[in-house]
């Protein structure tokens, strides 16, 4: 007799609030990871909202890790070519590209657009 009671009150718990209580619980705990997990991928410069909505459908608690473990999306800047002795470097004002040309010339044509553009003497040290 005692098991059957111990059953009944098993049941009204899966069946009631308790069965409720559990799955919000869940969806609170997916939905805090969620917003973890883009604060971590925001501050590393990934894309939070994608880490966001990966994390709540998929991920859940697990995410913010996964979001620790990803690189940063910030790509190391490439060191400035050195100007060789004898040349000046200028940068074509119409497509961004950078030209060497011996410090004796007064002009130089753009190696990408082809622009033909005139420069001042170097100056003599």
């Not at 718990?13 to 925001?42: C, D, E, K, P």
């Not at 890790?65 to 990803?70: I, T």
């Amino acid at each position: 007799m005692h098991g059957r009671g111990v059953d009944r009150r098993w049941e009204e718990n899966m069946n009631g609030s308790f069965g409720l209580a559990s799955v919000l619980s869940v969806m609170l705990i997916w939905v805090i990871a969620a917003a973890v997990t883009a604060v971590i991928a925001h501050q590393r410069g990934r894309n939070p909202l994608v880490f966001f909505l990966v994390t709540l459908f998929f991920l859940g608690p697990v995410g913010p890790g996964f979001a620790l473990v990803a690189r940063p999306d910030v790509a190391p800047e490439p060191e400035p070519r050195k100007v060789a002795d004898g040349r000046r470097r200028f940068v074509c004002p119409r497509c961004g590209a950078e030209s060497d040309i011996p410090e004796a010339d007064t002009g130089y044509n753009c190696w990408r657009c082809g622009e033909k553009r005139k420069v001042r003497p170097a100056k003599a040290a």
